[in-house]
């Protein structure tokens, strides 16, 4: 069995095509199609790009289009790369994933202002009542007695009061 990039080289050479003329024509990048015609697939990112500049291709240089996918198939599950076809499903979703799914839901040009007239009623119920407390507060009902209180008792160390004058002078 001949190899598909072989196929596609003698294809294209039997047209008298150049490689950047087969390129302009399908907008595939050069380095692609050499990629193609060598048979190196490591060079693409995953085997949905190779199928369609397959089919590109064989369409292009009026190849059996089916026969060269079946060919590039069997070329590709001999490779480590491209022997498996990728995950479509990928991880399963995190919890994360949920919130934030939820939060692509809600209507955010309604909730915005909905949620921030919410936060100054909150404000404003709040210093209003932090206002009427305040103002029935009494003003002196943290103070101590009127009178001079020493912080501690500490004998020898201050000098005793002299007595008082009796209240007739």
Do not use: C
């Not at 292009?60 to 480590?80: F, G, H, M, P, S």
């Not at 119920?125 to 305040?134: H, L, T």
């Not at 507060?137 to 201050?158: F, K, V």
Request: proline fraction near 11%; avoid cysteine; glycine fraction near 10%.
């Amino acid at each position: 069995m001949v190899p598909l990039g072989e196929q596609l080289r003698r294809a294209r050479e039997a047209r008298g095509w150049s490689i950047h003329q087969v390129a302009d024509t399908t907008k595939i990048r050069t380095d692609h199609v050499r990629a193609l015609e060598e048979g190196n697939y490591d060079v693409f990112v995953a085997p949905v790009y190779i199928r369609g500049f397959v089919r590109t291709l064989a369409s292009l240089l009026r190849l059996d289009v089916v026969e060269a996918v079946k060919t590039l198939e069997a070329e590709l599950a001999a490779t480590e790369k491209f022997r498996e076809p990728p995950s479509l499903s990928g991880p399963p979703p995190g919890p994360l994933d949920w919130v934030t799914l939820q939060l692509s839901r809600v209507r955010w040009r309604l909730v915005l202002p909905v949620l921030g007239v919410g936060l100054l009623l909150l404000v404003g119920i709040w210093g209003v009542g932090a206002w009427r407390e305040r103002q029935t507060r009494d003003p002196l009902a943290g103070l101590g007695p009127g009178l001079y209180q020493p912080a501690g008792q500490r004998s020898g160390e201050t000098l005793p009061l002299p007595p008082l004058p009796p209240p007739g002078n």
